[in-house]
């Protein structure tokens, strides 16, 4: 039926999502200064931003695992979501410079993220 085969999709997204978040955490601390180059400029403290939402993305991806915490790491991630979203809107200003991508791929992926955010969104759900 398609109540099972849904529930199997969304647990091999949270799966895989929970796997792209503690990766992406810990890809902070290997490649710190990947990440410096596109946190805004206008913000000051720019590898304590990289470890600190590196930190986030382990801490919440490692809860998405477990249904008991499943609910705050998907709200825990829209808010992450959102915060760094500034980053992707400031390498898309850099036409991908910031990123040394092409604009073509700075800008899409912007819309990426709300792809995202709707993945935790459903992710927080029973």
Do not use: C
């Not at 398609?2 to 978040?21: A, C, E, G």
């Not at 403290?45 to 919440?60: C, Q, R």
């Not at 609910?71 to 898309?92: D, E, K, S, T």
């Amino acid at each position: 039926g398609l109540v099972p085969m849904i529930s199997k999709i969304k647990t091999i997204s949270i799966v895989l999502m929970s796997l792209l978040y503690i990766g992406g955490g810990l890809n902070h601390f290997f490649n710190p200064d990947w990440y410096v180059r596109i946190v805004p400029p206008i913000l000051p403290f720019k590898p304590a931003i990289v470890y600190l939402s590196g930190l986030f993305e382990i801490i919440l991806g490692t809860m998405l695992i477990f249904p008991k915490t499943r609910f705050i790491a998907g709200w825990g991630l829209i808010v992450l979501l959102l915060v760094i979203f500034p980053a992707n809107i400031y390498v898309a200003l850099t036409q991908g410079e910031a990123m040394d991508t092409t604009p073509i791929i700075a800008w899409a992926r912007l819309p990426f993220q709300f792809v995202f955010i709707a993945l935790a969104y459903w992710h927080s759900k029973k």
